[in-house]
């Protein structure tokens, strides 16, 4: 496995910037199946709520001390300053999730020290993969792009 990618999955707490109140959006399913897959994680958006009454922090810099990873699920027009906060409450690896052009936030990043995962879904790599995930995991397996 890419040491970043081990590097995240074993950090264990993680905030999921880019939760939203439209249920249907990525960075909620991905923050309810990190949560169901046993992760701590730490919903994150600037309105203080999602999906409903649940709320959450508004940002990186409101979430624990000792929460060092996040995934980011945001336009990557959003991204910048997400990575800014990142950096000042010394972050130690971010996933900028599939989808999205992230190479300018994740420059940023990686030039402040962090390590950083792109390109790749998170939901294929924090087990137990299941369901439609496990046959991505396995077709990208077989195409060795896993």
């Given at each position: 496995?890419?040491?970043?990618?081990?590097?995240?999955i074993?950090?264990?707490?993680?905030?999921?910037?880019?939760?939203?109140?439209?249920?249907?959006?990525?960075?909620?399913?991905?923050?309810?199946?990190?949560k169901?897959?046993?992760?701590?994680v730490?919903?994150?958006?600037?309105?203080?709520?999602?999906s409903g009454?649940?709320?959450?922090?508004?940002?990186?810099?409101?979430?624990?001390?000792?929460?060092?990873?996040?995934?980011i699920?945001?336009?990557?027009?959003?991204?910048l300053?997400?990575?800014?906060?990142?950096?000042?409450?010394?972050?130690?690896?971010?996933?900028?999730?599939?989808g999205g052009?992230?190479?300018?936030?994740?420059?940023?990043?990686?030039k402040?020290?962090?390590?950083?995962?792109?390109?790749?879904c998170?939901?294929?790599?924090?087990?137990?993969?299941?369901?439609?995930?496990?046959?991505?995991?396995?077709?990208?397996r077989?195409?060795?792009?896993?």
């Amino acid at each position: 496995m890419i040491p970043e990618i081990e590097k995240f999955i074993n950090s264990k707490k993680i905030a999921v910037v880019g939760v939203s109140r439209q249920k249907r959006k990525f960075g909620n399913v991905i923050y309810e199946t990190l949560k169901k897959r046993g992760f701590q994680v730490y919903p994150v958006n600037p309105e203080g709520s999602f999906s409903g009454a649940t709320s959450c922090f508004r940002s990186l810099e409101d979430v624990p001390d000792d929460v060092k990873a996040a995934v980011i699920s945001t336009r990557p027009s959003n991204a910048l300053p997400i990575v800014q906060s990142a950096i000042r409450r010394q972050f130690e690896i971010l996933w900028f999730q599939q989808g999205g052009d992230f190479a300018e936030a994740a420059a940023m990043a990686q030039k402040a020290g962090l390590k950083v995962v792109t390109g790749r879904c998170i939901l294929l790599y924090a087990p137990p993969v299941t369901g439609i995930h496990a046959l991505h995991r396995f077709l990208a397996r077989i195409t060795k792009r896993l």
